[in-house]
């Protein structure tokens, strides 16, 4: 077979083996996204229901309610929300859906609502564990888009879930100055 026989039909081995490499890669990520039932359904996987807020998580959001309620009636404390549905970016560009993939993966631990259900204040309860691996970026991350949009960033370190009273005022002056009161 002459030379450019051969490099013709080598060529187009190539060709063919690429394209069927590209089908199956099409084929195994569509598998992927469609299997979702199946991996949630696998024989294997244990699933658990588990407690939404632990001891301290429990004590700041029966504190927030409270106090909310005596600032005004209609603000509502809403636990473990998605930044996401908070806030979101203006533009279409890859910086901005870089900038949301970044906030869409952090929960604020109660978040604030009006009486319309738009968002004044996020309170991060700063429990035990919190200082553990990257929270800190995750916490300027969640204060800087926060402070950008107007809501309000209230910390409540650890040691105030076991004192009711000195709770009870950073959370009213926090919340007051977030409602406008």
């Known amino acids: 077979m002459p030379l450019t026989h051969r490099a013709l039909l080598l060529g187009a081995l190539a060709l063919v083996a690429a394209v069927i490499l590209l089908v199956a890669l099409v084929r195994r990520r569509r598998g992927r996204r469609v299997d979702q ?7 294997d996987v244990v699933w658990q229901s588990r407690r939404v807020l632990n001891v301290g998580e429990t004590a700041v959001y029966e504190s ?4 909310a309620a005596a600032i005004d009636p209609s603000l509502r404390i809403w636990p473990q929300v998605s930044l996401g549905e908070v806030v979101r970016t203006e533009g279409r560009s890859e910086a901005d859906r870089e900038a949301f993939r970044w906030i869409n993966s952090k929960r604020a631990d109660f978040l604030v609502v009006d009486g319309e259900g738009w968002p004044l204040a996020v309170i991060e309860y700063q429990g035990s564990g919190h200082d553990l691996g990257n929270a800190a970026e995750r916490d300027a991350v969640k204060r800087t888009v926060l402070s950008r949009v107007g809501i309000h960033y209230i910390e409540v370190p650890a040691p105030l879930a076991r004192k009711p009273r000195r709770l009870d005022a950073l959370l ?10």
């Open 64 to 67: 927030a309610c409270a106090v």
């Open 37 to 43: 039932l199946g991996a949630v359904m696998h024989r």
């Open 172 to 181: 009213d002056e926090a919340l007051r100055r977030a409602a406008g009161a």
